[in-house]
């Protein structure tokens, strides 16, 4: 029986499809929320190759000893996009719970999905938890990561 707790895998964070804008985020913005909530972050600015836009490349230690690596960007305006690379479901909780509850303008417009979920061909948002604490979250991710791994 495998054991989805030890997954890594890229989480991504997203508002709903059909609210894109929702989280009127700019990579700017992101990145001023960031170094409030954790002062120690690492962050490097660059240019997408594909779209010519600003994208973020960000270290956050989210918790003794747990790393959080990821990119944030806005694809088209205010409409925020964050990659957590290699992320366990335990590690990506703790992060999309801060995304939830200090980042984003409303706990009930935070989606995400998986590279798991997109190399199985799944185009399916899957909503986090408007509600409840890291470990609720985490069962979130590991039924998503049981439902594709």
Not at 53 to 72: L, Q
Not at 97 to 104: A, C, E, G, H, N
Not at 115 to 134: H, K, N, R
Not at 135 to 149: I, N, P, Q, R
Request: aromatic residues 10%; contains cysteine; charged residues 20%.
């Amino acid at each position: 029986m495998t054991d989805y707790r030890d997954i890594r895998t890229t989480f991504i964070l997203h508002p709903p499809v059909d609210d894109a804008a929702s989280w009127h985020m700019t990579v700017d913005g992101f990145v001023q929320a960031l170094t409030r909530s954790f002062p120690d972050a690492f962050t490097k600015f660059r240019t997408s190759h594909l779209r010519g836009n600003d994208v973020v490349d960000f270290e956050v230690e989210v918790g003794p000893g747990i790393w959080i690596e990821g990119t944030a960007q806005t694809p088209v305006p205010e409409c925020g996009v964050i990659t957590l690379a290699l992320a366990s479901a335990a590690e990506a909780a703790r992060f999309a719970t801060w995304v939830r509850d200090d980042l984003i303008p409303s706990p009930g417009i935070l989606r995400f999905s998986t590279e798991l979920a997109m190399q199985a061909g799944s185009q399916d948002e899957w909503t986090v938890p408007a509600a409840g604490d890291e470990e609720a979250m985490t069962v979130v991710f590991l039924e998503h990561l049981a439902a594709f791994g």
